[in-house]
T-cell receptor, first 113, second 111 residues
Framework: NAGVTQTPKFQVLKTGQSMTLQCAQD?????MSWYRQDPGMGLRLIHY???????DQGEVPNGYNVSRSTTEDFPLRLLLAAPSQTSVYFC????????????FGQGTRLTVV | GNSVTQMEGPVTLSEEAFLTINCTYT??????LFWYVQYPGEGLQLLLK?????DKGSNKGFEATYRKETTSFHLEKGSVQVSDSAVYFC??????????FGQGTELSVKP
């Protein structure tokens, strides 16, 4: 059972480059979300989706785009990478009910130089 | 809006010591409350949860009670082990289903 799969695990970008962080889940979860983790800041919500075709902004959406064309996939796009986007990114999924467990990927460590 | 505040770390304890990590929240309505744990180099995983007032969540010797009157969900363990060294996150889901985290508390247990 794969759960939540994120790729790549590590990435170095130059300022101004673009890239897509991939996230896929095989649990048929409606709810998917992206977080960034920075020292002393906990996990901050970037974007989330409550189902295919529906996305919304979280706490820190600027500089990131998302789409949800299928239930399984929820990619995160950085269009013009900036050093401030250096972080560890986590994708999570869960059933839509508010009291269910969220399952997390292993994370992507991104460095923008 | 909804928010979670945790006691700051890092927390360093000796093996078999008692652990408390404080967590308080601000939320509209009746959120569900969670503790997640992150071991080094890994993603987060659920430790325990409580979905209504006075519920007690428990797992692996850890406990937390949903206290609506004090808006708190403190994590406790009677006797910590070296293997409990990790970062602990308090979280809530409220209206709209967004999962909101505290800033995390790093625990280091020394033999």
């Amino acid at each position: 059972n794969a759960g939540v799969t994120q790729t790549p695990k590590f990435q170095v970008l130059k300022t101004g480059q673009s890239m897509t962080l991939q996230c896929a889940q095989d649990m048929n979860h409606e709810y998917m979300s992206w977080y960034r983790q920075d020292p002393g800041m906990g996990l901050r919500l970037i974007h989330y989706s409550v189902g295919a075709g529906i996305t919304d902004q979280g706490e820190v959406p600027n500089g990131y785009n998302v789409s949800r064309s299928t239930t399984e996939d929820f990619p995160l796009r950085l269009l013009l990478a900036a050093p401030s986007q250096t972080s560890v990114y986590f994708c999570a999924s869960r059933l839509r009910s508010e009291n269910t467990e969220a399952f997390f990927g292993q994370g992507t460590r991104l460095t923008v130089v | 809006g909804n928010s979670v505040t945790q006691m700051e770390g890092p927390v360093t304890l000796s093996e078999e010591a008692f652990l408390t990590i404080n967590c308080t929240y601000t939320a509209t309505g009746y959120p569900s409350l969670f503790w997640y744990v992150q071991y080094p180099g890994e993603g987060l995983q659920l430790l325990l949860k409580a979905t209504k007032a006075d519920d007690k969540g428990s797992n692996k010797g850890f406990e937390a009670t949903y206290r609506k009157e004090t808006t708190s969900f403190h994590l406790e363990k009677g006797s910590v082990q070296v293997s409990d060294s990790a970062v602990y996150f308090c979280a809530l889901t409220g209206q709209g289903g967004k999962l909101i985290f505290g800033q995390g508390t790093e625990l280091s247990v020394k033999p």
